[in-house]
């Protein structure tokens, strides 16, 4: 075992320890941890921006874009907004106790499931350093230790966040290994993580596709895997003109750069004439490159050929995938060749079409007669989210609180013997 390697799991021990007590703990001792939690970073705002500089000006030295430098940086204002995201989560419901399922057998023995932590959640990650907050206290929240891996580039960020959150947290009483940055910043310390099967429980990479691919094909910890979307957009040939517009644009250029984004319109044959010309007109005077099938490109010459590249990319850009299809089997047939698994939508006006499209196609959440942006956890009303898991095991969709819990059984008799 490498001295990385060791540093690693002893770092989970200690994580698994903290979970044991954290565990227990009841709402109300939560609530006023994440409190202090969110008083301490504003209090440290000043050095959690000086160290924020840190990473700044590497990241400028190494030549990174400005739009890269803006997600990367944080302003006293910033880490007020950080803050208040977690006053936010810590007046949301607490899961951790609540009972699933209970009923009297026969025999009169009473069964509860309840929910429970999963214990040790570790959290590989790309970006922003206000990540690092949000995961720590959704964690905290659900009765979780948290093991945080993020990015090199924002190393030094990120360790003042938090020492500024263990410090809230051994004023409060709760344990400090709750929270722990994961030792290292090279590959190895992430290699490490995803193979502390035994002492992490789960592992859920945020980040883009390559590193979620990366987590899933060399972790030994089970994985719960997050946000790539390949999301579709189809247009039905009953689907209401304006209403169709208004949500393929929306769907791919009110944030481009997100997972929910759409990255391919599909548009019924029957309905291409009267929808095309005025949403090619409207979606490329935005900015955005339509890359089209050749029926696309006969509405408008500023669209550019479509490869079948194209139709298996996230862009995460100002790009978008546009084809004409004959029917909804035919949009059916592409979404199942290509999605992953993420959101898909429909506009119609037609039930029947609505209900087989919402039945026959199968992602995380299907959108009738709405956006994909909607795919969220704070627009499904959770409050907040670790992420959207585009898997069928365990949890499916926007994970917030309750998808970061497991359940137990507690079973209460007064004697009885098999």
């Known amino acids: 075992m490498s001295n990385t390697e060791r540093e690693v799991h002893d770092a989970a021990r200690r994580a698994k320890d903290a979970a044991a007590d954290l565990a227990p703990m009841t709402r109300a001792d939560k609530d006023q941890a994440l409190l202090a939690v969110a008083d301490a970073l504003v209090a440290e705002a000043a050095s ?32 007020s907004s950080i803050a208040d995201a977690v006053r936010d989560i810590a007046e949301l419901p607490d899961p951790v106790g609540e009972v699933v399922y209970g009923s009297s057998l026969p025999n009169g023995l009473e069964l509860r499931q309840i929910r429970v932590p999963m214990g040790v959640i570790g959290i590989i990650y790309e970006g922003r350093p206000n990540v690092t907050a949000d995961a720590a206290v959704l964690c905290l929240k659900s009765g979780n230790a948290a093991l ?3 990015s090199s580039s924002a190393h030094s960020s990120n360790t003042r966040i938090v020492e500024v959150i263990r410090g809230a947290l051994d004023k409060s009483g709760v344990p400090v290994d709750a929270v722990q940055l994961v030792p ?3 590959r190895g310390s992430a290699q490490a993580l995803m193979r502390a099967r035994g002492l992490v429980d789960l592992l859920i990479p945020r980040g883009g596709a390559d590193l979620i691919q990366t ?25 209401d003109l304006d ?9 791919k250029a009110q944030r481009v750069s997100v997972c929910n984004s759409a990255e391919t319109l599909l548009v019924h ?3 291409a004439d009267r929808f095309l010309p005025r949403f090619l007109r409207e979606i490329t005077d935005l900015g ?20 079948e590249d194209d139709w298996a990319t996230e862009y995460l850009s100002m790009d978008l995938a546009v084809k004409v299809v004959g029917d909804m089997d035919e949009a059916m047939a592409h979404i199942r060749a290509y999605s992953t698994g993420h959101t898909e939508a429909i506009v119609t006006d037609s039930q029947s079409a609505a209900r087989r499209f919402s039945s026959r196609v199968d992602s995380a959440a299907i959108m009738v007669n709405a956006s994909t942006r909607f795919t969220d956890g704070g627009e499904f009303g959770f409050g ?15 994970m917030g609180l309750r998808e970061m819990t497991s359940t137990k059984y507690i079973v209460t008799g007064d004697g009885q013997v098999r």
């Open 48 to 79: 959690i921006v000086a160290a924020n500089a840190e990473d700044l000006d590497r990241a400028r030295a190494d030549g990174r874009p400005e739009s890269y430098l803006d997600r990367l940086a944080l302003t006293e204002e910033r880490v």
């Open 148 to 150: 945080l891996r993020g």
């Open 184 to 186: 290292g910043s090279g």
């Open 215 to 239: 987590v899933v094909r060399e972790s030994t910890v089970p994985v719960i895997e997050t946000g790539a979307g390949n999301c579709h957009v189809y247009i039905d040939e009953h689907a």
């Open 243 to 251: 209403k169709a517009v208004a949500i393929a644009v929306n769907a």
């Open 269 to 271: 044959d029957g309905i």
């Open 288 to 307: 955005v490159t339509v890359h089209g099938d050749d029926r696309v490109l006969a509405y408008d010459d500023r669209a550019v050929p479509a490869t």
């Open 384 to 398: 907040a989210e670790i992420g959207i898991s585009t898997q069928k095991l365990h949890a499916r969709g926007p």
